[in-house]
């Protein structure tokens, strides 16, 4: 019989005391959530459209009816669309620990089926947000007994003055692009990756350039010493978060980094319902292009987004968090039972 899983007695008291930080993290967030008034909300898993970002993926499962007949229907990779239905159904300030599920993703800092902490504020700017994210970074590295974020020999102190940076300003410090001058131009873009040492293909998409550009050039320098907010990202890479009122060129899109972690995406939500569909539908028929598969829209979505107060909202992989204030090498440390897929390298 194999003995060599996450169950096995000294593999599980190796873990254990992150397993027992991520409780007391938990427990100390929940805590912070309701001193602030927000509810806690358990937004269901099966849905009918599990999201529509391209680059996405997701599992897809069947609902059999008494009758025999079947429906497709998927795990969600986020309660984001629920969530926001709360929003347009009267819900003012709402968090929830949802369970979400993407397919093609494991590693050190990946796992198909993890924990995502999201919350949104009705009436809130993206700088509120902001706050919560520093005060939810400093309570978990409080709960952790760290005060510290740790990663590879990084270290980042939550309890310092945060860093903010717009995404124009990181091209330029950190891989000498001028990314305002290569808004519309995906080969002036792709020369200045290339003189930046970053290989792409020819041809490859604006978006995919400014993807690998940001990740080998950007993130490993974001959220040393302290915490790091890049934002005000280029419409392209907007998803559901709403243009800069002084400039349509970028978005009121933010990403929370420590150690070189993503740690949490946050918006000024989209509540033009017509821009939102579109968008979804333009990034349907890329992943369409590119893998060959699409999801269908969520209607009542679309709907709701219509209905919604004006509002700000964060996703934040709990998971990661839980990793850097325990101190854990690998997000498989911080799983009480870590997927099959598992893989320790990442990917």
Same mark, same amino acid.
């Given at each position: 019989?194999?003995?060599?899983?996450?169950?096995?007695?000294?593999?599980?008291?190796?873990?254990?005391?992150?397993?027992?930080?991520?409780? &007391?993290?938990?427990?100390?967030?929940? &805590? +912070?959530?309701?001193?602030?008034?927000?509810?806690?909300?358990?937004?269901?898993?099966?849905?009918?459209?599990?999201?529509?970002?391209?680059?996405?993926?997701?599992?897809?499962?069947?609902?059999?009816?008494?009758?025999? &007949?079947?429906?497709?229907?998927?795990?969600?990779?986020?309660?984001?669309?629920?969530?926001?239905?709360?929003?347009?159904?009267?819900?003012?300030?709402?968090?929830?620990?949802?369970?979400?599920?993407?397919?093609?993703?494991?590693?050190?800092?990946?796992?198909?089926?993890?924990?995502?902490?999201? +919350?949104?504020?009705?009436?809130?700017?993206?700088?509120?947000?902001?706050?919560?994210?520093?005060?939810?970074?400093?309570?978990?590295?409080?709960?952790?007994?760290?005060? &510290?974020?740790? +990663?590879?020999?990084?270290?980042?102190?939550?309890?310092?003055?945060?860093?903010?940076?717009t995404v124009a300003e990181a091209f330029d410090r950190f891989a000498k692009i001028d990314l305002v001058d290569c808004l519309e131009d995906a080969g002036r873009l792709r020369a200045g990756a290339l003189a930046a040492g970053v290989?792409?293909?020819?041809?490859?998409?604006?978006?995919?350039?400014?993807?690998?550009?940001?990740?080998?050039?950007?993130?490993?320098?974001?959220?040393?010493?302290?915490?790091?907010?890049?934002?005000?990202?280029?419409?392209?890479?907007?998803?559901?978060?709403?243009?800069?009122?002084?400039?349509?060129?970028?978005?009121?899109?933010?990403?929370?980094?420590?150690?070189?972690?993503?740690?949490?995406?946050?918006?000024?939500?989209?509540?033009?319902?017509?821009?939102?569909?579109?968008?979804?539908?333009?990034?349907?028929?890329?992943?369409?292009?590119?893998?060959?598969?699409?999801?269908?829209?969520?209607?009542?979505?679309?709907?709701?987004?219509?209905?919604?107060?004006?509002?700000?909202?964060?996703?934040?992989?709990?998971?990661?968090?839980?990793?850097?204030?325990?101190?854990?090498?690998?997000?498989?440390?911080?799983?009480?039972?870590?997927?099959?897929?598992?893989?320790?390298?990442?990917?």
């Open positions: 019989m194999d003995a060599s899983g996450w169950w096995n007695p000294e593999e599980h008291a190796r873990r254990r005391s992150h397993l027992l930080a991520r409780g &007391q993290i938990k427990a100390a967030l929940r &805590q +912070w959530f309701e001193a602030e008034g927000f509810l806690e909300t358990e937004c269901g898993a099966l849905v009918v459209s599990p999201g529509n970002e391209a680059h996405l993926h997701a599992f897809r499962t069947e609902f059999v009816f008494e009758n025999g &007949q079947t429906r497709s229907l998927y795990l969600h990779t986020s309660p984001e669309f629920a969530m926001k239905k709360l929003l347009a159904a009267g819900e003012t300030r709402i968090f929830d620990f949802a369970r979400a599920y993407r397919n093609r993703e494991a590693g050190g800092r990946h796992a198909p089926e993890f924990t995502l902490l999201e +919350w949104y504020r009705a009436g809130a700017g993206m700088a509120d947000v902001m706050d919560d994210c520093i005060a939810i970074a400093r309570t978990a590295a409080a709960a952790g007994a760290t005060r &510290q974020l740790l +990663w590879k020999g990084e270290v980042c102190d939550p309890f310092a003055e945060p860093e903010k940076m290989g792409v293909a020819e041809g490859a998409s604006w978006t995919d350039v400014f993807s690998a550009i940001l990740v080998t050039r950007i993130e490993p320098h974001l959220g040393r010493d302290c915490l790091t907010f890049l934002y005000r990202y280029p419409v392209s890479e907007a998803a559901l978060s709403r243009p800069v009122p002084d400039d349509p060129r970028f978005a009121e899109r933010f990403e929370l980094y420590a150690c070189g972690v993503e740690l949490a995406n946050g918006y000024r939500e989209l509540t033009d319902a017509t821009m939102l569909e579109a968008r979804q539908r333009a990034e349907m028929d890329l992943k369409e292009a590119l893998y060959g598969e699409r999801y269908p829209l969520d209607e009542g979505f679309v709907s709701a987004v219509a209905h919604m107060p004006e509002a700000s909202g964060v996703a934040l992989g709990f998971d990661r968090l839980v990793m850097l204030a325990s101190g854990a090498a690998s997000i498989n440390d911080v799983l009480w039972t870590p997927p099959a897929v598992s893989q320790e390298q990442d990917i």
